[in-house]
Structures are given as C-alpha cells and as structure tokens.
Antibody, heavy 120, light 107 residues
Framework: QVTLKESGPALVKPTQTLTLTCTFSGFSFNTRGTRASWIRQPPGKALEWLARIDWDNDKFYSTSLKTRLTISKDTSKNQVVLTMTNMDPADTATYYC????????????WGQGTMVTVSS | DIQMTQSPSTLSASVGDRVTITCRASQRISSWLAWYQQKPGRAPKLLIYKASSLQSGVPSRFSGSGSGTEFTLTISSLQPDDFASYYCQQYTSYSYTFGQGTKLELK
C-alpha cells in the first residue's frame, strides 16, 4: 500500500523559511521512474503545483516560485523535503505531497496535507 | 505558463443527471490532461489521466475526452457521492497547472 504523510510547522512568521517533510511508504526512489511533487491549496482556492523531484535527482520548480523553493530527497529515509524561503501571509495554504503515476503526468497518490499559516 | 480554464465554476445537478465539465488550455497540450475530484477537507483523488484513461478503482460512470486545447469530464449518471469539486491539470515542459475548479452541487 502506497502512503504519503506531510509534516511540518502549522504556524510560521513572515520572512521565515518553511521546511516540510513528506514521509512515504510503498514505493522507493531507488526504482527508476519514481517521481514526487509538492502541491499547495490556499483556503477556498485552487491547487498550485510547486516542485517535483525524480528518482535520478532531477528537480523542477514552479516558474513563479522557483527562487524561493528547494526540493530534496533522502532515499534511505523515504522522505522528500521542501523548503520555501521568505514566507508571506499569501503562502498560507494546505501543502500536499503526491506521487506521480508511472505512465503519464498525473498525481495518483496524495498525502493528507498539512495546513501552514503565515502570521506574525 | 499554460493557463487552464474550467467551465462552469459551479454546476447544479440532480442524482441521475448526466453532467459535463469543460477544461480549456491556453496552448496545445496533446493529451497531457488529468481530472481530480476533491471533497471538503480531503486531498484530491485522481479520476482520469492522459485525457481519457480511467484510474484504477474509479467508477466507469466517469469518462474523459479531448486533446489539444479542449477537454471534457463527463459523469454519466450522478450518484450522491459525486457532489464535490473537480479540477483539471495539465503537464507540459516540466510544469503543471491546475484549473480553478468546478463545484458540483445538488440542485
């Protein structure tokens, strides 16, 4: 069974750096073709893709946020980590990690999400 | 970046109805289009990928079609569990974009 779970702070202050961890099971980055992403959703708004990391450590970022984002993986711990610098109240959202399907570029398994509020 | 526009934003329907949601891309995206269902407080659930491929475990009343810039999600006979929000998502050039969503509500 494939599962993902996000963890991180529920509250961060403006200008701080956010670090989120996605811990997964049921798949491995040792397998060619494995890919995972971070996606966020502000309250009552649409989904926004943030970043993707592949089994070969290729990384891809949202054009509008790439200067603030870093995605990484720890294969031995089955974790994907996202850092976002210079947090702003507009970054208040539920942050999800998700796996991409082996064929096609869609997100087949999602974590439950973690709500992050940016406020002083 | 490619923009995805869904219509309608809200759709009122009854159990048993056939409904269609449309998603238009600002540029051609071949068949790199997925559809998700999301219920309040829950993560999205993949329904359709590659425009028309039904994800494993998804009921056959859901279907997708289209290519290029115009795509549709059809629910052939609405069930009570189908009232939710629906999002389309495209993939091109190592970037992903979601539509703004369609809320399907009970008439």
């Amino acid at each position: 069974q494939v599962t993902l779970k996000e963890s991180g702070p529920a509250l961060v202050k403006p200008t701080q750096t956010l670090t989120l961890t996605c811990t997964f099971s049921g798949f491995s980055f040792n397998t060619r073709g494995t890919r995972a992403s971070w996606i966020r959703q502000p309250p009552g708004k649409a989904l926004e893709w943030l970043a993707r990391i592949d089994w070969d450590n290729d990384k891809f970022y949202s054009t509008s946020l790439k200067t603030r984002l870093t995605i990484s993986k720890d294969t031995s711990k089955n974790q994907v980590v996202l850092t976002m610098t210079n947090m702003d109240p507009a970054d208040t959202a539920t942050y999800y990690c998700a796996r991409l399907v082996a064929s096609g570029d869609a997100f087949d398994i999602w974590g439950q999400g973690t709500m992050v509020t940016v406020s002083s | 970046d490619i923009q995805m526009t869904q219509s309608p934003s809200t759709l009122s329907a009854s159990v048993g109805d056939r409904v269609t949601i449309t998603c238009r891309a600002s540029q051609r995206i071949s068949s790199w289009l997925a559809w998700y269902q999301q219920k309040p407080g829950r993560a999205p659930k993949l329904l359709i990928y590659k425009a028309s491929s039904l994800q494993s475990g998804v009921p056959s009343r859901f279907s997708g079609s289209g290519s290029g810039t115009e795509f549709t999600l059809t629910i052939s006979s609405l069930q009570p569990d189908d009232f939710a929000s629906y999002y389309c998502q495209q993939y091109t050039s190592y970037s992903y974009t979601f539509g703004q969503g369609t809320k399907l509500e009970l008439k």
